[in-house]
């Protein structure tokens, strides 16, 4: 036998032991559920991402009871808007009868204590497919578009948005955003910042979603260098002075490092996006047997709060709710 007074396996050796030594836990009030939404009817399969559909105002409600009773607390709307509605500045991003206010109000009448959060980016309602104002030599223009997202930030406020998500990465909106909410009257309306949003490819199966593709070029003017960890420390600093109330990370799990970067550099609260591409790699996998469907994807999320997010934006939120509930 070994002579060895240090043996970590001692800790290892029940349940009981190893849930005294465990120091992460996952629970369902932590996830937010992206959902998306369409002004057509029924609901509509997204090919990319099994399990998910664009969803008509009768059947987002149909989803979101069913959530909610099984404890998701929290969701977030993504729009997919009508070509005719699309132009150039956006603007029918800024439309107080537009879909995504209307589906607020009809959340917040229905159920006052579920918390909405609204996306504030122009690229499901701009013809080119930008989250900003594209210039005639084909720039993203930063400022008129932070103008036109401060309007789009009201709109959501004003129909009873709890919390506004500005996704766009333009420098200069969270203050800018929190400035127009606070003349407005809506101190109390919280921004969720894509703090450190990268030009990814795991946005794929999204962009199906809502047909928001750009319809030229790329978005790496705009959203971080995936080469870059550092530079999330400076985009933190900047939000974090200018008003943001939680700051993302987005995707998560290719960057477990730069979400530990950010839970180390501020004290604010820390979200993190499971994005589409990764649920879509889990779901194919799971659908052709190479994996557990369940046990990765809770490993998954684990992974996320692990490294140091306080809540995870994923489309398993309604599945990992019943999952940890012990209902499936």
């Known amino acids: 036998m070994l002579h060895m007074p240090i043996r970590p396996r001692r800790n290892r050796k029940n349940a009981v032991l190893r849930g005294f030594a465990r120091e992460t836990t996952l629970e369902a009030n932590r996830l937010i559920w992206p959902l998306f939404i369409h002004a057509g009817e029924g609901r509509q399969a997204i090919k990319s991402m099994p399990g998910c559909f664009r969803l008509s105002v009768a059947e987002l409600l149909k989803e979101v009871a069913a959530g909610v009773a099984d404890g998701v607390c929290s969701v977030v709307l993504f729009p997919a808007i009508d070509e005719k509605l699309k132009n150039r500045t956006a603007d029918e ?3 107080a009868q537009g879909l995504v206010p209307q589906t607020v109000r009809l959340l917040k009448q229905k159920w006052p204590d579920l918390c909405v959060i609204t996306d504030v980016a122009l690229d499901p309602y701009n013809s080119d497919g930008h989250d900003g ?11 008129e578009t932070v103008h036109i997202l401060c309007k789009q930030a009201l709109c959501h406020a004003r129909a009873g948005a709890d919390i506004v998500s500005p996704s766009d990465m333009m ?25 450190a949003k990268y030009a990814s490819a795991f946005y794929g199966p999204f962009r199906d979603a809502l047909d928001s593709a750009p319809k030229f070029g790329d978005k790496k003017t705009y959203q971080m260098d995936p080469a870059n960890r ?3 420390h400076r985009e933190v600093a900047l939000d974090e002075a200018e008003g943001a109330d939680m700051v993302m990370v987005k995707p998560a799990g290719p960057y477990l490092d730069v979400i530990a970067e950010v ?18 790699m889990l779901k194919a996998a799971a659908q052709n047997g190479w994996l557990d469907e369940k ?5 998954s999320l684990l992974a996320i709060r692990r490294a140091g997010a306080d809540m995870i934006l994923t489309y398993y939120a309604h599945q990992a709710a019943r999952w940890l509930a012990g209902k499936e």
């Open 295 to 299: 046990k990765a994807a809770l490993e």
């Open 133 to 143: 104002v594209v210039s005639e030599d084909g720039r993203i223009i930063n400022d």
């Open 171 to 195: 420098d200069g909106r969270i203050g800018a955003i929190r400035a127009a909410l606070d003349a407005d009257g809506f101190q109390d309306v919280a921004i969720l910042a894509y703090t």
């Open 263 to 280: 839970r180390a550099a501020t004290a604010l609260p820390v979200a993190a996006y499971q994005v589409s591409g990764e649920y879509a």
């Open 230 to 232: 550092r530079e999330s």
């Open 93 to 95: 991003c800024w439309n």
